[in-house]
C-alpha cells in the first residue's frame, strides 16, 4: 500500500490514521504457529493520514510480557486477540473514545496450550492494550482487563488457571435500567479475575421476583427481563453444564438474592462473586494427597451497592457434588484461606460456597470439577 498528500498539509480533528502490525518468530517448520515470541506494534496519528512512516523499536520503548498459558482442553489450538485503544478513553473497555476514535484491532498469534511466550507491546502514544485467548472451539474465552503499560515494563502472567467460575465483564456488567434487567455474567472466569465465558456451554437464565418467575426475552445473543417499577426481593440464578473437550467446571451454578427497584439511569445490580485462586499447574491440576490451600476472595460488582461479605462459608466435595463436607477458613491478612484434605486418588474436586453481605445479598455458587487432583504430581 502507497499513501501520498495531494495537496498542503491540513489537519482535520475527526481523523485518526493508525499504523498496526504484529510480528512472530518463525518455528523450524517455518510457521507462526507455536511462536515463542510476539510484537504488537500499534502507532496512532490523530488530525491526518499517516505518511512517510518509519519506526525504529528498541527495547527500551516497549513493554513485554512473559506469558504462562494454561489449558481447559489439551489437544486443541488456543488464539489470541490483542487490540489497543487510544486516549481518550470511554469507561467500559475497549468501545470507541468520545471523539469517535475506535481501537486498533491485532490479530493473534495461535498455540497449542501449555504454552509459554514473550509479549512486546508498543507504548508510544499511552495505548491501553487489552488481550483475549480463545481455547479450542469456543471451549474458553478470557478477556484481561485493559492495561497502559510503559516503556521498559517487564511483567509475568499466568493465564487460563481454575477454578473457573462467575465474573463480570469489564465492558458489559450486570445492571439495571428503568424497567429493564440485564444479567451480564460469564460463567468461566479465570482464577485471576479475568471475565471468561463457554461458547459451548448450555446455559440457563431464571429470575424470580418475590417467589414469581419472571419471563425472559432475547434481545442482541442475552436474556433480558422486563421487571416491575415497585422494589422487589429478586433472585437471579444462571445454571450452565458443558462437556468435552473441556473437562473443568462441567457443571456450574450460581444464584444471587437481592433489592431493586426502579432506576432512573443504567445501574449495576449489587451482585459478588466467589473466586478460588489455588496453585494449579498448566493442565489445571493439583497434588492429591495431604492438605491443600486454597484462597476464597468475594468480590463485589464494581460501582455497585454490594459490599464485603459478612459471612462466607465454603463446602468440598470429592465424588462430583453426591455429598459435601465443609471446608474450614481462616483469615491470613487480608486473604480468606479455605484448607482441604485431598484424598489420595485420582479425580476431581468440586466446591461450593455461600457469601451475604451486609445489606443481606446473597450469592450461592457451586462448581462441579472445579480442578482435577493427580497422585502423580508431587510436593
Known amino acids: 500500500m502507497h499513501r501520498a498528500r495531494i495537496g498542503p498539509q491540513v489537519s482535520e480533528p475527526f481523523v485518526t490514521s493508525v499504523v498496526n502490525s504484529v510480528w512472530a518468530r518463525p518455528g523450524p517448520d517455518g510457521t507462526i504457529t507455536d511462536s515463542p515470541e510476539i510484537y504488537n506494534l500499534t502507532w496512532v496519528s490523530k488530525g491526518q493520514m499517516i505518511t512517510g512512516f518509519n519506526r525504529q523499536v528498541t527495547s527500551r520503548d516497549l513493554a513485554t510480557v512473559r506469558a504462562d498459558y494454561g489449558s481447559q482442553a489439551t489437544g486443541v489450538l488456543t488464539s489470541p486477540y490483542v487490540n489497543a485503544t487510544i486516549p481518550p478513553w470511554r469507561d467500559g473497555g475497549i468501545a470507541s473514545s468520545p471523539d469517535g476514535e475506535g481501537p486498533a484491532f491485532n490479530y493473534g498469534v495461535p498455540f497449542h ?151 432512573t439511569t443504567r445501574t449495576a445490580l449489587p451482585l459478588s462473586v466467589i473466586r478460588f485462586s489455588l496453585k494449579l499447574n498448566a493442565l489445571n491440576t493439583a497434588r492429591a494427597t495431604g492438605r491443600y490451600a486454597v484462597p476464597v476472595t468475594v468480590t463485589p460488582l464494581p460501582g455497585s451497592t454490594a459490599t464485603a461479605p459478612t459471612t462466607l462459608t465454603v463446602e468440598v466435595s470429592y465424588d462430583d457434588g453426591g455429598s459435601w463436607q465443609p471446608a474450614p477458613l481462616q483469615r491470613a491478612g487480608d486473604q480468606t484461606i479455605e484448607t482441604l484434605q485431598h484424598p489420595n486418588r485420582d479425580g476431581f474436586v468440586s466446591l461450593r460456597a455461600t457469601s451475604i453481605d451486609a445489606n443481606g445479598t446473597k450469592v450461592e455458587q457451586t462448581i462441579i470439577r472445579a480442578y482435577r487432583i493427580s497422585t502423580e504430581l508431587g510436593d
Open 113 to 263: 496450550a501449555p504454552f509459554t511466550r514473550t509479549v512486546h507491546y508498543s507504548t508510544e502514544g499511552r495505548l491501553r492494550w487489552q488481550d483475549e485467548i480463545m481455547e479450542g472451539p469456543g471451549v474458553a474465552y478470557i478477556v484481561s482487563a485493559p492495561t497502559v503499560y510503559q516503556p521498559g515494563q517487564h511483567d509475568a502472567q499466568r493465564w487460563n488457571r481454575g477454578v473457573f467460575g462467575p465474573s463480570f465483564s469489564p465492558r458489559n456488567p450486570p445492571y439495571r435500567d428503568r424497567d429493564l434487567i440485564w444479567p451480564l455474567v460469564g460463567l468461566y472466569g479465570d482464577g485471576a479475575g479475568r471475565f471468561g465465558r463457554s461458547y459451548t456451554a448450555d446455559a440457563r437464565t431464571t429470575l424470580t421476583r418475590d417467589g414469581v418467575e419472571i419471563p425472559g426475552s432475547e434481545a442482541e445473543g442475552v436474556v433480558q427481563f422486563s421487571v416491575p417499577a415497585g422494589e422487589g426481593t429478586y433472585r437471579l440464578q444462571i445454571e450452565a453444564d458443558r462437556g468435552a473437550p473441556g473437562t473443568l467446571s462441567t457443571c456450574t451454578s450460581v444464584a444471587w438474592t437481592f433489592r431493586s427497584a426502579y432506576t
